[in-house]
């Protein structure tokens, strides 16, 4: 409370022009910037089927765990990113966490589920990762309810004026600070990103709004596979963020990172040393 989370640190070492930012444009939504990257793909298909032929059939390597790995290891790498705005002031964020949806079943209407798990290239390497996330994702599909759904579900039984009043009384509990960090942590939208796979269902990239709810200062959207002018396959990526966090060549900067993680996936295939300054 009054400089204290129990998920974030205040960062104080910021310029008049930044600390401002929040009070200028103080809703998330009205400060969102969104660019888009194309990703080329042949080198990452190449190395998914060499690193599929030493792992189980059931738990195959995807571009989708190359673009997990290479996005949390970039904000691990630009904590820049790794920020939100919160009572008007900028926070660090305690650890990369990103969250995900995926289907139930790859059939129209199934219903969503969403993952959220934290993410750090030192203590696993990619393989770990694609296991870790397939459990997630085996407990998801076979209807394990998270935290978060129970405490959803038990929301839904109340009148829809008694839910705004509770929604009420959490975001001011978040405003000053006041959440505990069981709840933040089981909760999706408080996240350093969320991703979703358009190209799972053939679908272009779009580019998506941020909550107000929350803390997810980024959205990242990826595409269907396509051919690009060369005849090299590709994917688009599309990214919203919330611009008080940092500036866009920062934000830049890290895209590239992202962009050439997957374009050379070797480099993130194998736990990092952790850099000598952190």
Do not use: C
């Amino acid at each position: 409370m009054f400089g204290k989370r129990s998920d974030a640190t205040l960062v104080r070492d910021l310029n008049a022009m930044r600390r401002f930012l929040p009070y200028i444009s103080p809703r998330r939504n009205d400060s969102l910037f969104y660019m888009s990257q194309d990703i080329r793909v042949d080198v990452a298909f190449e190395f998914i089927k060499e690193k599929n032929k030493e792992r189980p059939r059931n738990r195959p390597i995807t571009l989708f765990h190359l673009y997990l790995r290479s996005v949390s290891t970039a904000i691990f790498l630009r904590p820049g990113v790794n920020r939100f705005v919160k009572a008007g002031r900028l926070w660090q964020r305690d650890g990369v966490w990103v969250t995900f949806s995926a289907k139930r079943k790859l059939v129209d209407g199934a219903p969503m589920i969403t993952i959220k798990r934290r993410f750090s290239p030192v203590i696993e390497s990619l393989d770990e990762m694609t296991d870790a996330t397939y459990e997630l994702l085996r407990a998801g599909r076979a209807g394990k309810q998270t935290t978060s759904d129970k405490e959803v579900r038990l929301l839904l039984r109340l009148p829809g004026p008694l839910i705004r009043i509770s929604l009420a009384v959490v975001r001011l509990a978040d405003h000053f600070g006041l959440l505990p960090r069981k709840m933040i942590d089981a909760d999706p939208l408080y996240t350093s990103v969320f991703l979703a796979n358009l190209g799972s269902i053939d679908y272009p990239a779009g580019f998506h709004h941020l909550w107000e709810y929350g803390t997810a200062s980024m959205f990242g959207v990826m595409g269907k596979i396509e051919r690009g002018a060369d005849g090299g396959r590709k994917f688009t990526a599309g990214w919203t963020y919330d611009e008080r966090i940092e500036d866009g060549l920062y934000s830049q900067y890290t895209l590239g990172m992202i962009r050439d993680g997957i374009e050379n996936p070797e480099k993130i295939a194998e736990r990092m040393e952790l850099p000598k300054d952190r």
